[in-house]
């Protein structure tokens, strides 16, 4: 069977995208990752449309530097902006994480009542309301938006237990409960590092990890790759060294990692390690 050895590569604007970089390497522990993190620059979700293509061009572009086989969008913001465009730009696959996940609350509403939270620049793009209508076909769904632009700040500074970020995170959600939803779309990749909160706020209520679902789709696209007994090869890299980054980035990972390699993305660029 033909294998590619090259590695994937996963962006996103900061640290959101390791929840998504968490499942990719459970579910392919046969492959390498380059992730980037775009720390310097976040969050992406309150910047207008052409800033944030701009963004996820240099974040590719950088990638492939690298020698990627595939790209995975790790942010919603840049899937719902600039998917498009990187796909036309790019001949490797480029996968986002909204479809995935668009199609995983279709499966799992049993009432047709699903809420979808993310940045203010993925619930105005509207991509989670055509993707989720066009997966439902006929079948009548309810869909109920809320931005919640406060989350990926509180995130970005470790701020995961904190009674502030509960109370932030329980005046977004409550009218998606009252709104009598039974699924909740965590549209922004930063949200599934406070899981554990939102499901205590909305106990009855089945959480849709749109990384776990876009890993998925990740593994039905590669030819498995790489021996048993692979520890896969990860190198990360920011655009700015933040507090939290590494803690995190272990903690979510669930292994211990070097501490990430600082890079710029205007200009020439060194390719480094990984
Ligand atoms: N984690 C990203 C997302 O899924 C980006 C959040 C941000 O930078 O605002 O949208």
Redesign the pocket.
Known sequence: MHSDPRPIGVF???I??LTVLRHLLRLMPGEDFVYLGDTAR?????KSAETVRLYASQCADFLLRHDVKMIVV???????LALDMLRSHHSIPVLG?IEPAAGEAVRLTRSGSIGVI??R??INSESYLKAISDVAGDRPIAIHSRPC?LL?PLVEEGWVDAPATRLIAEEYVRPLRQAGIDTLVL????YPILAPVLQDLLPNVALVD?GECAAHQAMQLLEPHGESGHVPRLSLYVTDNTPAFTSLASTFLGRRVDEPVRVSLDGPQPVGRG
């Open positions: 996103d604007s900061g959101g995208g976040v969050p992406y979700g309150n790790a942010c919603n913001t840049a899937s719902a994480v993310g940045t620049a993925t632009p990926v549209g922004c990749t930063h749109c």
